[in-house]
C-alpha cells in the first residue's frame, strides 16, 4: 500500500506562500480537522495524491491554486452529522472567508471545482481541475492505514453498526468508484493498489 508522506507534503506546501499561509489558516479555524475521516489525515493524503497526479499528467494550470482547493476541499466538515451539500457550502465559505482576507475573490471555476466533490456526484466535472479533485478523493484506501483511516473512519462517519457491513460496503463502493476513474494516474494507482485491498479486505472479513 502507498505511504502517506506528510514531511514531503509540508515541504511542497512550503514552495507556495499562498498555500502556506492557507494551511496554517486550515489548521488552526477547521472544526473538522480531528473527523473520524475527514480529517487532517485525509487532507494531507488528498495534497499527496493531487501533487503527484498533476505531477504525472502534465497539469499545466496553476497549481498554487488547484492545491488550496485540495487543501479546503472538506475545511469543517461535519464528520456525518450533515450531507455533503452542507459540507461542500462549508468547504467553500471557508476557503472564501480566507481568500478574502488575502485580498482574493473565490472564482466561479473554484467554486464549480469543489462541487464536483459533492457525494453522490451531480453529474460529470466541469473542469479538469474538478476531475482532479473527484478522482484523488476516491484513492485514500491506496493508504496503508485503511483499516483505522478508511474503514473505522468511515464506519464510524457513517453509522455503520457493525464492520462485516462497513467491510462489504467500502469494498463495493471502492470496486464501482475504480470503474469510473479517467484520468491515467488515478487508474493505475487503483489497479496498482486494489489486489491488495481486495486480500486485505477478505482477510479482515476472517477475523470478524
Same mark, same amino acid.
Given at each position: 500500500?502507498?505511504?502517506?508522506?506528510?514531511?514531503?507534503?509540508?515541504? @511542497?506546501? &512550503?514552495?507556495?506562500?499562498?498555500?502556506?499561509?492557507?494551511?496554517?489558516?486550515?489548521?488552526?479555524?477547521?472544526?473538522?480537522?480531528?473527523?473520524?475521516?475527514?480529517? +487532517?489525515?485525509?487532507?494531507?493524503?488528498?495534497?499527496?495524491?493531487?501533487?503527484?497526479?498533476?505531477?504525472?499528467?502534465?497539469?499545466?494550470?496553476?497549481?498554487?491554486?488547484?492545491?488550496?482547493?485540495?487543501?479546503?476541499?472538506?475545511?469543517?466538515?461535519?464528520?456525518?452529522?450533515?450531507?455533503?451539500?452542507?459540507?461542500?457550502?462549508?468547504?467553500?465559505?471557508?476557503?472564501?472567508?480566507?481568500?478574502?482576507? &488575502?485580498?482574493?475573490?473565490?472564482?466561479?471555476?473554484?467554486?464549480?471545482?469543489?462541487?464536483?466533490?459533492?457525494?453522490?456526484?451531480?453529474?460529470? @466535472?466541469?473542469?479538469?481541475?474538478?476531475?482532479?479533485?473527484?478522482?484523488?478523493?476516491?484513492?485514500?484506501?491506496?493508504?496503508?492505514?485503511?483499516?483505522?483511516?478508511?474503514? +473505522?473512519?468511515?464506519?464510524?462517519?457513517?453509522?455503520?453498526?457493525?464492520?462485516?457491513?462497513?467491510?462489504?460496503?467500502?469494498?463495493?463502493?471502492?470496486?464501482?468508484?475504480?470503474?469510473?476513474?479517467?484520468?491515467?494516474?488515478?487508474?493505475?494507482?487503483?489497479?496498482?493498489?486494489?489486489?491488495?485491498?481486495?486480500?486485505?479486505? &477478505?482477510?479482515?472479513?476472517?477475523?470478524?
Amino acid at each position: 500500500m502507498k505511504k502517506i508522506s506528510q514531511f514531503e507534503t509540508l515541504k @511542497t506546501i &512550503n514552495q507556495y506562500p499562498l498555500l502556506r499561509k492557507g494551511f496554517a489558516y486550515f489548521i488552526n479555524h477547521n472544526t473538522g480537522i480531528s473527523n473520524p475521516y475527514h480529517n +487532517i489525515t485525509h487532507t494531507m493524503a488528498m495534497l499527496q495524491l493531487v501533487n503527484e497526479c498533476i505531477t504525472e499528467i502534465g497539469y499545466n494550470g496553476d497549481r498554487e491554486k488547484l492545491l488550496l482547493l485540495t487543501l479546503f476541499h472538506d475545511y469543517n466538515h461535519s464528520g456525518g452529522k450533515f450531507s455533503d451539500d452542507i459540507n461542500v457550502g462549508n468547504a467553500i465559505s471557508g476557503l472564501e472567508h480566507f481568500l478574502n482576507e &488575502n485580498g482574493l475573490t473565490l472564482t466561479k471555476e473554484q467554486s464549480e471545482a469543489l462541487w464536483d466533490t459533492c457525494f453522490p456526484y451531480k453529474g460529470e @466535472t466541469k473542469s479538469i481541475e474538478g476531475r482532479i479533485l473527484r478522482e484523488c478523493d476516491n484513492l485514500q484506501w491506496t493508504f496503508d492505514d485503511f483499516f483505522t483511516q478508511t474503514l +473505522i473512519g468511515l464506519k464510524t462517519e457513517l453509522n455503520v453498526s457493525n464492520f462485516e457491513t462497513a467491510i462489504k460496503k467500502e469494498f463495493e463502493f471502492l470496486e464501482n468508484a475504480k470503474s469510473h476513474l479517467t484520468l491515467e494516474y488515478t487508474k493505475k494507482t487503483a489497479q496498482q493498489y486494489f489486489p491488495q485491498i481486495q486480500e486485505y479486505c &477478505n482477510e479482515l472479513l476472517k477475523t470478524i
